[in-house]
T-cell receptor, first 113, second 115 residues
Framework: SAVISQKPSRDICQRGTSLTIQCQVDSQVTMMFWYRQQPGQSLTLIATANQGSEATYESGFVIDKFPISRPNLTFSTLTVSNMSPEDSSIYLC??????????FGQGTRLTVV | KQEVTQIPAALSVPEGENLVLNCSFTDSAIYNLQWFRQDPGKGLTSLLLIQSSQREQTSGRLNASLDKSSGRSTLYIAASQPGDSATYLCAPRGDYGGSQGNLIFGKGTKLSVKP
């Protein structure tokens, strides 16, 4: 299975600032995804990170708030912009292997104060 | 729109018990279904993947079954151990005429196994 490294593992940020989360995979993967897990809630898909083109965002998520980069087949970043306390969540990177099985990174626990 | 329900929401058992976690989903047009484990504040670990054509999958003390037509999956954990304490998430993936949809997650079952 793919090994996914996410950085940072946790951070405490001031409101109004931005945080960039990195996701590195140990093998080339076609499909990478970013999820959000708000406190006490289940996972919600933010966007699909497409290599060489703009990310595809789910309803309720916009590029200005969550810009995503995917420069190659092993790396992606998610930026949480102009943060507010409501952005406090765990953010997770995920990949699809063999086009069917999903694997996740260890997550980034973000607290906005 | 797919909705996933997991019952019970929380479960506390003594070590050694066999237990069953339930997952139901409203749209039976699924490509596959995954069970994950999540430790507090951490990411997800994939436990079992069941393809839509399969009835069950086994890995060690874990056995997952799938009844696609009735929209149900169960995760059976044999001889539970304190190290099994975690939240267990069920996630079916939609099948749209051969194209895969996204994973849709339930809220999970929080399991506590007491020594």
């Amino acid at each position: 299975s793919a090994v996914i490294s996410q950085k940072p593992s946790r951070d405490i940020c001031q409101r109004g600032t931005s945080l960039t989360i990195q996701c590195q995979v140990d093998s080339q993967v076609t499909m990478m995804f970013w999820y959000r897990q708000q406190p006490g809630q289940s996972l919600t898909l933010i966007a699909t990170a497409n290599q060489g083109s703009e990310a595809t965002y789910e309803s309720g998520f916009v590029i200005d708030k969550f810009p995503i980069s995917r420069p190659n087949l092993t790396f992606s970043t998610l930026t949480v912009s102009n943060m507010s306390p409501e952005d406090s969540s765990i953010y997770l990177c995920s990949v699809l292997e063999l086009v069917t099985e999903a694997f996740f990174g260890q997550g980034t626990r973000l607290t906005v104060v | 729109k797919q909705e996933v329900t997991q019952i019970p929401a929380a479960l506390s058992v003594p070590e050694g018990e066999n237990l069953v976690l339930n997952c139901s989903f409203t749209d039976s047009a699924i490509y596959n279904l995954q069970w994950f484990r999540q430790d507090p504040g951490k990411g997800l670990t994939s436990l079992l993947l069941i393809q839509s054509s399969q009835r069950e999958q086994t890995s060690g003390r874990l056995n997952a079954s799938l009844d696609k037509s009735s929209g149900r999956s169960t995760l059976y954990i044999a001889a539970s151990q304190p190290g099994d304490s975690a939240t267990y998430l069920c996630a079916p993936r939609g099948d749209y005429g051969g194209s895969q949809g996204n994973l849709i997650f339930g809220k999970g079952t929080k399991l506590s196994v007491k020594p």
